[in-house]
């Protein structure tokens, strides 16, 4: 069976930088932070006091109030997300065969705001009483369900949850289930609002998130000997995938064309990632197989770097190994250190970045690092794109998204070539 070959024809992103695409590259290549104090509850006694919030946000732009209401904060990003994305694509919504498109949409969380609040708000004195829409705000595949339902998408529809791979393992299962005929098109992406008491709370319980809350915006610092956890975002990102022929028979533009993804777990701890980065490398070699493509092809990568002590250092262990000598003539960047960190809609934001980098010729930076800020087990003749974006033109980049549970993805975009 030949494969099909798989382009991206729609990007929309709502996220701390910005509320749209355009928006959010701007801040990128500009190198500008989205954190700040944590305005969405009383963060005053928490460790954490900050994160990157998605500021101005009125969901009566994307839906009536009424309906805004039914649906869970990371809901209303990834709806907002997808319609850009779809808009931008100029799909013909009353032509096109809804059957063949399809909405395959992450969470690694889901509704945790609706959770709290109904959890609140329950007590045996008052008994059981729930909202209606308790659960259908809450369950992580919903933004999947009301994106098909609100542009009458009858193709393969669900939910990729796999922790901060979820939005990676999404485009991937679209990727596939296009070149394998299946569909079309496929809305595909991730959205995330986890910055909550529970989710910041939670996290903190971990010793997982920054505390350096005397300076949010420099606290992501990747690749930094003062980095001390990742800081938490929040948003919604969408990639519309479509078979190429079918994209050039409607006269789409073309961003660029998904070549090949990876998949692999650690099998090692619950939330750390290997120390030697095994998984890492296997994700990467997989994805380069996939893609039928050799690692000296890599111009970018857009790494996992969370700003975390154990990761950063196994991820660029594994980068070593799995490019040699090449690893020292690619760009390396991780956007977290401007977006913060999206948990499951992480992978999608990454990987636009790469779409853009690849469109544009231009590399996002690794923003906050200081001169001598330098780990002894980091080895910074590698390009790590600190402080400022890089022009380069870029034939082919990967995009690496890490989740607690071990769980890896990888995904690889080239320039389209017909």
Same mark, same amino acid.
């Given at each position: 069976?030949?494969?099909?070959?798989?382009?991206?024809?729609?990007?929309?992103?709502?996220?701390?930088?910005?509320?749209?695409?355009?928006?959010?590259?701007?801040?990128?290549?500009?190198?500008?932070?989205?954190?700040?104090?944590?305005?969405?509850?009383?963060?005053?006694?928490?460790?954490?006091?900050?994160?990157?919030?998605?500021?101005?946000?009125?969901?009566?732009?994307?839906?009536?109030?009424?309906?805004?209401?039914?649906?869970?904060? %990371?809901?209303?990003?990834?709806?907002?997300?997808?319609?850009?994305?779809?808009?931008?694509?100029?799909?013909?919504?009353?032509?096109?065969?809804?059957?063949?498109?399809?909405?395959?949409?992450?969470?690694?969380?889901?509704?945790?705001?609706?959770?709290?609040?109904?959890?609140?708000?329950?007590?045996?004195?008052?008994?059981?009483?729930?909202?209606?829409?308790?659960?259908?705000?809450?369950?992580?595949?919903?933004?999947?369900?009301?994106?098909?339902?609100? %542009?009458?998408?009858?193709?393969?529809?669900?939910?990729?949850?796999?922790?901060?791979?979820?939005?990676?393992?999404?485009?991937?299962?679209?990727?596939?289930?296009?070149?394998?005929?299946?569909?079309?098109?496929?809305?595909?992406?991730?959205?995330?609002?986890?910055?909550?008491?529970?989710?910041?709370?939670?996290?903190?319980?971990?010793?997982?998130? $920054?505390?350096?809350?005397? $300076?949010?915006?420099?606290?992501?610092?990747?690749?930094?000997?003062?980095?001390?956890?990742?800081?938490?975002?929040?948003?919604?990102?969408?990639?519309?995938?479509?078979?190429?022929?079918?994209?050039?028979?409607?006269?789409?533009?073309?961003?660029?064309?998904?070549?090949?993804?990876?998949?692999?777990?650690?099998?090692?701890?619950?939330?750390?990632?290997?120390?030697?980065?095994?998984?890492?490398?296997?994700?990467?070699?997989?994805?380069?197989?996939?893609?039928?493509?050799?690692?000296?092809?890599?111009?970018?990568?857009?790494?996992?770097?969370?700003?975390?002590?154990?990761?950063?250092?196994?991820?660029?262990?594994?980068?070593?190994?799995?490019?040699?000598?090449?690893?020292?003539?690619?760009?390396?960047?991780?956007?977290?250190?401007?977006?913060?960190?999206?948990?499951?809609?992480?992978?999608?934001?990454?990987?636009?970045?790469?779409?853009?980098?690849?469109?544009?010729?231009?590399?996002?930076?690794?923003?906050?690092?200081?001169?001598?800020?330098?780990?002894?087990?980091?080895?910074?003749?590698?390009?790590?794109?600190?402080?400022?974006?890089?022009?380069?033109?870029?034939?082919?980049?990967?995009?690496?998204?890490?989740?607690?549970?071990?769980?890896?993805?990888?995904?690889?975009?080239?320039?389209?070539?017909?």
């Amino acid at each position: 069976m030949e494969l099909k070959r798989v382009v991206v024809t729609g990007l929309g992103a709502i996220t701390p930088l910005g509320n749209t695409l355009s928006e959010t590259w701007e801040g990128l290549i500009n190198g500008k932070s989205g954190a700040g104090p944590i305005t969405h509850f009383d963060a005053s006694n928490f460790k954490t006091q900050f994160a990157c919030e998605v500021k101005d946000f009125d969901p009566t732009q994307i839906m009536d109030r009424k309906e805004a209401r039914k649906c869970d904060r %990371y809901t209303l990003l990834g709806i907002a997300a997808a319609k850009e994305a779809i808009e931008d694509s100029n799909i013909e919504n009353d032509t096109i065969n809804k059957d063949r498109v399809g909405v395959i949409f992450a969470s690694g969380i889901g509704g945790i705001q609706t959770f709290e609040d109904e959890a609140r708000g329950y007590s045996p004195e008052r008994g059981p009483r729930f909202n209606p829409f308790f659960i259908p705000k809450m369950i992580s595949d919903i933004a999947a369900g009301l994106i098909s339902m609100r %542009y009458g998408y009858r193709g393969p529809n669900f939910a990729t949850v796999s922790a901060c791979a979820s939005s990676a393992h999404a485009i991937s299962d679209a990727f596939n289930y296009i070149r394998l005929g299946k569909a079309d098109v496929i809305v595909s992406g991730g959205a995330e609002a986890a910055i909550a008491i529970v989710g910041v709370g939670g996290f903190n319980a971990m010793n997982a998130l $920054s505390v350096r809350n005397e $300076s949010p915006e420099t606290a992501s610092r990747p690749f930094s000997a003062s980095r001390d956890g990742f800081v938490m975002g929040e948003g919604g990102v969408s990639l519309v995938l479509e078979e190429m022929e079918h994209a050039i028979a409607r006269g789409a533009k073309i961003y660029a064309e998904v070549v090949g993804t990876g998949m692999s777990a650690d099998a090692y701890h619950l939330t750390a990632s290997h120390p030697e980065g095994l998984g890492a490398k296997l994700v990467m070699r997989n994805a380069l197989e996939d893609a039928q493509m050799k690692p000296e092809e890599i111009d970018y990568i857009n790494v996992h770097g969370t700003s975390t002590p154990v990761g950063d250092i196994s991820e660029v262990k594994a980068i070593q190994e799995v490019f040699g000598e090449h690893a020292y003539k690619l760009n390396i960047s991780s956007t977290k250190s401007m977006t913060g960190h999206l948990l499951g809609a992480t992978g999608a934001l990454e990987a636009m970045a790469c779409i853009m980098a690849i469109k544009e010729g231009i590399i996002p930076p690794t923003i906050n690092h200081e001169e001598g800020d330098n780990d002894p087990e980091i080895d910074y003749n590698l390009n790590f794109t600190f402080n400022k974006a890089q022009k380069r033109e870029i034939n082919a980049a990967l995009s690496n998204t890490f989740g607690f549970g071990g769980h890896n993805a990888c995904v690889i975009v080239k320039k389209f070539v017909r």
